[in-house]
């Protein structure tokens, strides 16, 4: 298999910050339960920049960082459950902000774990050898799907981009992954689109639009929180043993951001030392597919990752999906 590697990060977060206490005024809620059940002290809503606009910048940052020009870019992918319409993707519009014009554009649906499906899938476009850089993207508006009356989802979220660049390379770096999923769980996370129409039905029995009704987020927490508690320690049992590595050789894991509840459950079950985790739930909430793209930009930044590191994506949510990467950094 041909090596790819990630050879650029970037992030970019809307500037409206919403605190627990801010939330408080709108729903029957506490900064301290907040705080204890999910760990998120504050979280970002775009009030000005739709899905591609958080992308382009994200991925501006993430072409700057590797030292390249959009033009070397080939290919697009914005993983993503709030694009900023079905047509154009948001990819395409990406491109366009850009001025990737030699790039191919396309999104990729798979919620939470959007980010790791499309990290593998653009490996494969790199390894099949027709393509040399693709751009990366988890970016969520997540703010528009939200229903801001309902405090079982409302305090959870929040909005963001992050953003990869990835490049065939003569050194090792994504090493192996493994995707999953589960339509039987459809219901537990939920967005809905728009509905069916009769065009042959009187005027009134149309059911769309429905004047005032958008379609809303909604979860079943304590199912979801169960299922992550199990997928995640599978998926990193999994992708340790297709890498043929043990735990002891991994240096950093890094989740999809969605309760702090849930990576201290997974450390304490695996009896992984919290300190190989990161975390940045506290500052964003859960911004879906765009949460491990975040981190791994803050990482870097940080000077984190080590070239030579071995790290572990791991991702899970709605669908039910979910997915792990392996790589060296
Ligand atoms: O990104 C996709 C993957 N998503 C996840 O992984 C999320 C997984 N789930 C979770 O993180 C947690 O289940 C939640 C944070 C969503 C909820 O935490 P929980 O400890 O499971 O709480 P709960 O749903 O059992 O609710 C406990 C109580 C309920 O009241 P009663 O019925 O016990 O009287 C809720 O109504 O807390 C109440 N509650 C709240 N209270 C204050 C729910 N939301 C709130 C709130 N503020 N915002």
Same mark, same amino acid.
């Given at each position: 298999?041909?090596?790819?590697?990630?050879?650029?990060?970037?992030?970019?977060?809307?500037? =409206?910050? &919403? *605190?627990?206490?801010? &939330?408080?005024?709108?729903?029957?809620?506490?900064?301290?339960? +907040?705080?204890?059940?999910?760990? +998120?002290?504050?979280?970002?809503?775009?009030?000005?920049?739709?899905?591609s606009h958080l992308a382009a910048k994200a991925a501006q940052r993430a072409i700057q960082s590797a030292g390249l020009s959009p033009k070397d870019i080939d290919l697009i992918i914005v993983a993503t459950m709030t694009p900023d319409g079905a047509m154009p993707s948001t990819a395409c519009l990406v491109?366009?902000?850009?001025?990737?014009? =030699?790039?191919?554009?396309?999104?990729?649906?798979?919620?939470?774990?959007?980010?790791?499906? !499309?990290?593998?899938?653009?490996?494969?476009?790199?390894?099949?050898?027709?393509?040399?850089?693709?751009?990366?993207?988890? !970016?969520?508006?997540?703010?528009?799907?939200?229903?801001?009356?309902?405090?079982?989802?409302?305090?959870?979220?929040?909005?963001?981009?992050?953003?990869?660049?990835?490049?065939?390379?003569?050194?090792?770096?994504?090493?192996?992954?493994? &995707?999953?999923?589960?339509?039987?769980?459809?219901?537990?996370?939920?967005?809905?689109?728009?509905?069916?129409? @009769?065009?042959?039905?009187?005027?009134?029995?149309?059911?769309?639009?429905?004047?005032?009704? &958008?379609?809303?987020?909604?979860?079943?927490?304590?199912?979801? $929180?169960? $299922?992550?508690? *199990?997928?995640?320690?599978?998926?990193?049992?999994?992708?340790?043993?297709?890498?043929?590595? @043990?735990?002891? @050789?991994?240096?950093? +894991?890094?989740?999809?951001?969605? =309760?702090?509840?849930?990576?201290?459950?997974v450390a304490r079950k695996m009896q992984i030392p919290k300190e190989k985790f990161y975390s940045n739930i506290n500052q964003y909430g859960n911004t879906s597919a765009a949460s491990i793209p975040i981190a791994l930009d803050e990482m870097r930044e940080q000077n984190l990752l080590k070239e030579g590191?071995?790290?572990?994506?791991?991702?899970?949510?709605?669908?039910?999906?979910?997915?792990?990467?392996?790589?060296?950094?």
């Amino acid at each position: 298999m041909k090596d790819v590697r990630i050879i650029g990060t970037g992030r970019w977060i809307p500037k =409206n910050q &919403l *605190t627990n206490d801010d &939330l408080s005024s709108l729903v029957d809620t506490s900064d301290e339960w +907040i705080r204890t059940r999910t760990g +998120i002290q504050t979280r970002y809503v775009s009030t000005e920049e739709n899905t591609s606009h958080l992308a382009a910048k994200a991925a501006q940052r993430a072409i700057q960082s590797a030292g390249l020009s959009p033009k070397d870019i080939d290919l697009i992918i914005v993983a993503t459950m709030t694009p900023d319409g079905a047509m154009p993707s948001t990819a395409c519009l990406v491109q366009k902000y850009l001025e990737a014009e =030699n790039a191919f554009c396309f999104d990729l649906s798979a919620a939470c774990s959007g980010f790791v499906y !499309a990290l593998a899938t653009a490996t494969q476009f790199l390894q099949a050898d027709f393509y040399n850089t693709a751009l990366v993207i988890g !970016a969520e508006a997540l703010s528009k799907v939200i229903d801001w009356e309902d405090r079982n989802t409302c305090v959870l979220f929040g909005d963001g981009a992050g953003a990869v660049v990835l490049q065939k390379s003569k050194k090792k770096g994504i090493e192996t992954f493994y &995707l999953g999923a589960d339509g039987k769980g459809d219901e537990l996370l939920q967005c809905p689109g728009l509905p069916l129409q @009769d065009p042959f039905a009187k005027e009134k029995q149309r059911i769309y639009p429905v004047e005032g009704i &958008l379609p809303a987020l909604t979860m079943k927490g304590k199912e979801v $929180f169960q $299922f992550a508690l *199990t997928i995640v320690p599978a998926c990193i049992q999994r992708i340790l043993h297709q890498g043929r590595y @043990d735990l002891t @050789d991994i240096h950093h +894991i890094v989740l999809h951001q969605a =309760n702090i509840r849930i990576l201290e459950g997974v450390a304490r079950k695996m009896q992984i030392p919290k300190e190989k985790f990161y975390s940045n739930i506290n500052q964003y909430g859960n911004t879906s597919a765009a949460s491990i793209p975040i981190a791994l930009d803050e990482m870097r930044e940080q000077n984190l990752l080590k070239e030579g590191e071995k790290v572990i994506l791991v991702g899970f949510g709605g669908g039910l999906t979910w997915g792990a990467v392996l790589l060296t950094w």
